[in-house]
């Protein structure tokens, strides 16, 4: 009988061969490399190449930045590791004991880092978008020595990494010159990726803030872009990262550009100031980005914004492209039928592997035309690695991306996804496209190298129809990461009214608006009904029948709750605990089967939830008893509670109708 180990074969391996091991499980299952360095010295030796190949660091003020410096730099030395440090993020916010209350443009930053975690967990690909006033010339945001000293232990650290590469930079505060200068010193070909990037560090502080912008290391930016600010400024930001792009920024290679709209900034209608530009622009030089984001509300209702950027960059040399996204509460933002068709007659992407982009019907064009101007651009690109398609989606868009770009995919999200807004309902009578089992078949004939697929699901009270959607799922043999975007809006109410046929007498009553009913309040119920055993059910169908590579990753995504089709979003309340999101992981074991289900956004639900209950106590806006039901049956919050305890009476002991609704189980 063998009697070897599991580590004895380990040390058997070539010093190579275990690195590719450790490099395949830092990138598969981080966690696991703990694990693999538990096997053996070697081994351990193998997994602090990639356990500390980057370190990261959260920002909080100069006392506890110095303190998690030595901690780190005390970790690096006993592991012999610093040497092995390639990346260094620093994100946070270092607070010098200013008023809180005093940070001005600050404020955006804030909020939006309360809410990104949530975001980037169910949508990676959504840009979250700042809010709140924004002022370019800022009292608050100046340069001082005293804060650039309290960079020091930061400073310190990077001399000592030999291998550093890379420094992504997350913090609102100004880069600090002394950690510019210790890279321009001691490490030249290090990169910077500058996420808080801002034109007024220029405006403010000329000499420093063009020796950043035309650092040689400043490889990656992400700016704002306000086109006014709260105080009727104008921001010249878009003409500047264009400047910098054509030359001045000599090895910047992406820019991540997201417009918003400041608090207070449209209140002028004035033309737009006079702007020099930046000192040392040649007019007429080129730049050569390899990654283009235009995201928020950045303008794309004429091709004006591309045509400015395809002046300053050679879109030849672009590798990843995405236009358009959502405009943080103002809607959909992104290329309709004249940017398309301009973009399809005028560019060229001929190194261009990723796209992102979202679609936008004009409805002063017929729809027939929007569908041939989008068939045609999608058509227009080079195959392609990855592809994310948001917005109005029909049969030939989707026939255009599974004819051009199916055999090389290895990633694709199409997330069909109809703008509806008030007044709508009187002029639009077109059904958004539902994919069904036989659309994953089309993807599955045309796609043999999908790894990763995003897909919008409508909901259907988890009938047999959806239950053959998951099903179909998998078939798909390569496929290891999937995002289902569960679809619970019905449109049907403004556009199609033979479902009321269906509908027995209490749900034809009225609810809230004429065209709904309390039957399609009944529906909407059940849909938004997402819960863990509903999420584990899914990942079991689909997992049940998968054939080759397993399923590694599924992520639920709840979204379209109390959306009719007449732009008004109600069931707020109902929505905001029950349409739950999911994360769905297989452990990478090969011994016994493991899941892990983690629901995306707890805590922030179950603050919203206790604040809530504390303002229905208050106010007494809780669920109706049952003699106010009947002396009040006509009242919608009333009527919205009946059809609620319809579909889930009252358990015995719960507190709230909270505790009693759970999904409706697949049909199986």
């Given at each position: 009988?063998?009697?070897?180990?599991?580590?004895?074969?380990?040390?058997?391996?070539?010093?190579?061969?275990?690195?590719?091991?450790?490099?395949?499980?830092?990138?598969?299952?981080?966690?696991?490399?703990?694990?693999?360095?538990?096997?053996?010295?070697?081994?351990?030796?193998?997994?602090?190449?990639?356990?500390?190949?980057?370190?990261?660091?959260?920002?909080?003020?100069?006392?506890?930045?110095?303190?998690?410096?030595?901690?780190?730099?005390?970790?690096?030395?006993?592991?012999?590791?610093?040497?092995?440090?390639?990346?260094?993020?620093?994100?946070?916010?270092?607070?010098?004991?200013?008023?809180?209350?005093?940070?001005?443009?600050?404020?955006?930053?804030?909020?939006?880092?309360?809410?990104?975690?949530?975001?980037?967990?169910?949508?990676?690909?959504?840009?979250?978008?700042?809010?709140?006033?924004?002022?370019?010339?800022?009292?608050?945001?100046?340069?001082?020595?005293?804060?650039?000293?309290?960079?020091?232990?930061?400073?310190?650290?990077?001399?000592?990494?030999?291998?550093?590469?890379?420094?992504?930079?997350?913090?609102?505060?100004?880069?600090?010159?002394?950690?510019?200068?210790?890279?321009?010193?001691?490490?030249?070909?290090?990169?910077?990726?500058?996420?808080?990037?801002?034109?007024?560090?220029?405006?403010?502080?000329?000499?420093?803030?063009?020796?950043?912008?035309?650092?040689?290391?400043?490889?990656?930016?992400?700016?704002?872009?306000?086109?006014?600010?709260?105080?009727?400024?104008?921001?010249?930001?878009?003409?500047?990262?264009?400047?910098?792009?054509?030359?001045?920024?000599?090895?910047?290679?992406?820019?991540?550009?997201?417009?918003?709209?400041?608090?207070?900034?449209?209140?002028?209608?004035?033309?737009?100031?006079?702007?020099?530009?930046?000192?040392?622009?040649?007019?007429?030089?080129?730049?050569?980005?390899?990654?283009?984001?235009?995201?928020?509300?950045?303008?794309?209702?004429?091709?004006?914004?591309?045509?400015?950027?395809?002046?300053?960059?050679?879109?030849?040399?672009?590798?990843?492209?995405?236009?358009?996204?959502?405009?943080?509460?103002?809607?959909?933002?992104?290329?309709?039928?004249?940017?398309?068709?301009?973009?399809?007659?005028?560019?060229?992407?001929?190194?261009?592997?990723?796209?992102?982009?979202?679609?936008?019907?004009?409805?002063?064009?017929?729809?027939?035309?929007?569908?041939?101007?989008?068939?045609?651009?999608?058509?227009?690109?080079?195959?392609?690695?990855?592809?994310?398609?948001?917005?109005?989606?029909?049969?030939?868009?989707?026939?255009?991306?599974?004819?051009?770009?199916?055999?090389?995919?290895?990633?694709?999200?199409?997330?069909?996804?109809?703008?509806?807004?008030?007044?709508?309902?009187?002029?639009?009578?077109?059904?958004?496209?539902?994919?069904?089992?036989?659309?994953?078949?089309?993807?599955?004939?045309?796609?043999?190298?999908?790894?990763?697929?995003?897909?919008?699901?409508?909901?259907?009270?988890?009938?047999?129809?959806?239950?053959?959607?998951?099903?179909?799922?998998?078939?798909?043999?390569?496929?290891?990461?999937?995002?289902?975007?569960?679809?619970?809006?019905?449109?049907?109410?403004?556009?199609?009214?033979?479902?009321?046929?269906?509908?027995?007498?209490?749900?034809?009553?009225?609810?809230?608006?004429?065209?709904?009913?309390?039957?399609?309040?009944?529906?909407?119920?059940?849909?938004?009904?997402?819960?863990?055993?509903?999420?584990?059910?899914?990942?079991?169908?689909?997992?049940?029948?998968?054939?080759?590579?397993?399923?590694?990753?599924?992520?639920?995504?709840?979204?379209?709750?109390?959306?009719?089709?007449?732009?008004?979003?109600?069931?707020?309340?109902?929505?905001?605990?029950?349409?739950?999101?999911?994360?769905?992981?297989?452990?990478?074991?090969?011994?016994?089967?493991?899941?892990?289900?983690?629901?995306?956004?707890?805590?922030?639900?179950?603050?919203?939830?206790?604040?809530?209950?504390?303002?229905?106590?208050?106010?007494?806006?809780?669920?109706?008893?049952?003699?106010?039901?009947?002396s009040r049956e006509n009242d919608d919050r009333f009527a919205t509670f009946r059809v609620f305890r319809r579909i889930w009476p009252r358990k015995e002991g719960s507190g709230d109708w909270r505790e009693d609704w759970s999904s409706l189980p697949l049909q199986v």
């Open positions: 009988m063998d009697s070897a180990t599991p580590d004895s074969y380990l040390q058997c391996l070539p010093h190579e061969t275990l690195q590719q091991i450790a490099g395949h499980i830092a990138d598969s299952h981080p966690p696991s490399l703990n694990a693999l360095a538990l096997t053996s010295k070697t081994c351990h030796e193998v997994a602090t190449l990639f356990n500390f190949r980057q370190v990261h660091l959260t920002v909080r003020n100069p006392k506890q930045l110095e303190h998690d410096v030595a901690a780190l730099v005390a970790a690096l030395s006993r592991t012999e590791s610093i040497r092995h440090v390639h990346s260094l993020t620093l994100e946070g916010f270092l607070d010098m004991d200013r008023p809180v209350d005093k940070k001005g443009t600050l404020d955006w930053w804030e909020s939006t880092q309360v809410r990104e975690p949530h975001i980037n967990n169910i949508l990676p690909n959504k840009e979250p978008i700042p809010s709140g006033f924004y002022y370019i010339y800022d009292k608050f945001w100046e340069l001082s020595s005293e804060e650039d000293t309290a960079w020091a232990p930061v400073i310190d650290l990077i001399k000592m990494l030999p291998s550093i590469a890379k420094i992504i930079y997350n913090c609102p505060n100004h880069f600090p010159p002394s950690l510019l200068n210790a890279l321009h010193q001691n490490h030249t070909q290090c990169k910077i990726h500058y996420l808080t990037f801002r034109l007024q560090t220029i405006l403010q502080h000329p000499t420093y803030g063009m020796t950043l912008a035309t650092s040689p290391c400043l490889y990656s930016v992400r700016l704002l872009d306000s086109w006014r600010d709260s105080e009727d400024t104008d921001d010249f930001s878009r003409g500047a990262i264009m400047q910098l792009v054509a030359g001045l920024a000599p090895n910047l290679k992406e820019v991540h550009f997201v417009g918003f709209r400041p608090n207070l900034s449209n209140r002028s209608r004035r033309q737009r100031g006079y702007w020099p530009g930046l000192p040392g622009f040649i007019p007429g030089k080129i730049g050569s980005l390899t990654s283009l984001s235009l995201l928020g509300c950045a303008d794309l209702s004429s091709p004006a914004l591309i045509r400015g950027w395809a002046k300053h960059t050679d879109f030849g040399s672009l590798h990843h492209l995405a236009l358009g996204g959502e405009k943080g509460g103002w809607g959909l933002n992104g290329v309709n039928n004249e940017v398309m068709g301009w973009i399809t007659h005028n560019c060229s992407f001929p190194q261009l592997k990723t796209l992102e982009v979202v679609l936008v019907h004009d409805h002063r064009f017929p729809r027939s035309e929007y569908c041939d101007s989008a068939a045609s651009f999608l058509g227009a690109f080079n195959p392609l690695c990855e592809l994310s398609v948001t917005g109005p989606l029909e049969v030939n868009i989707f026939d255009a991306i599974l004819h051009q770009h199916g055999q090389t995919l290895k990633k694709l999200s199409l997330h069909s996804l109809e703008e509806v807004r008030p007044g709508d309902e009187a002029l639009r009578r077109e059904m958004p496209m539902v994919f069904t089992k036989v659309h994953v078949s089309q993807i599955q004939a045309h796609c043999p190298a999908l790894e990763e697929l995003a897909i919008t699901v409508k909901r259907t009270q988890s009938n047999a129809v959806e239950v053959e959607l998951y099903r179909s799922l998998a078939k798909l043999e390569r496929l290891r990461s999937l995002f289902l975007i569960l679809d619970c809006s019905d449109l049907r109410p403004f556009r199609d009214s033979s479902c009321d046929a269906e509908f027995d007498e209490d749900d034809q009553r009225t609810w809230l608006y004429e065209n709904i009913k309390r039957g399609h309040l009944r529906l909407a119920l059940m849909n938004c009904a997402v819960d863990e055993t509903l999420a584990r059910s899914i990942w079991e169908t689909i997992c049940h029948d998968k054939v080759s590579t397993p399923l590694e990753s599924l992520k639920l995504w709840t979204t379209g709750v109390g959306e009719f089709g007449n732009g008004q979003d109600v069931m707020a309340d109902f929505a905001a605990n029950m349409s739950r999101s999911w994360l769905v992981e297989r452990l990478p074991r090969d011994d016994i089967e493991v899941i892990n289900i983690t629901e995306l956004g707890q805590y922030a639900r179950e603050a919203r939830d206790q604040s809530r209950k504390e303002w229905e106590t208050r106010w007494n806006k809780g669920e109706p008893t049952e003699s106010e039901e009947e």
